[in-house]
């Protein structure tokens, strides 16, 4: 059975950081392009970033563009965000997605002072 599983989320105050991770498991996470998407309270959901099988090509909405880095490991069969100089609008429900739209339950991020 293919799932994604979210960890790292939390509460850190504005201009903290955070490393979000998500566990792949059933499918051939190696050739699959990865996404993180996120979803504020009251709103819908918002595309954050992509990353390609390979790691090379990856794209940031512009909202996070220099503050956020997604990268994978193709052998541990992990995706990572990496989010730095997080801001009170960041705040939301992250969660990993394939592009046939599997995805995990979410890991919780709030900034707020």
């Known amino acids: 059975e293919a799932q994604l599983v979210e960890s790292g989320g939390g509460m850190v105050q504005p201009g903290g950081s955070l490393r979000l991770s998500c566990a792949a498991s059933?499918?051939?996470?190696?050739?699959?392009?990865m996404n993180w998407v996120r979803q504020a309270p009251g709103k819908g959901p918002e595309w954050v970033s992509t990353?390609?099988?390979?790691?090379?090509?990856?794209y940031y909405t512009d909202s996070v563009e220099g503050r956020f880095t997604i990268s994978r490991d193709n052998v541990k069969n992990t995706v990572s965000l990496q989010m730095n100089n997080l801001k009170p609008e960041d705040t939301g429900l992250y969660y990993c997605?394939?592009?046939?739209?599997?995805r995990g339950q979410g890991t919780q991020v709030i900034v707020s002072s």
């Open positions: 997605a394939t592009p046939w739209k599997l």
């Open positions: 059933g499918f051939s996470f190696s050739t699959t392009t």
């Open positions: 990353i390609y099988s390979g790691g090379e090509t990856r």
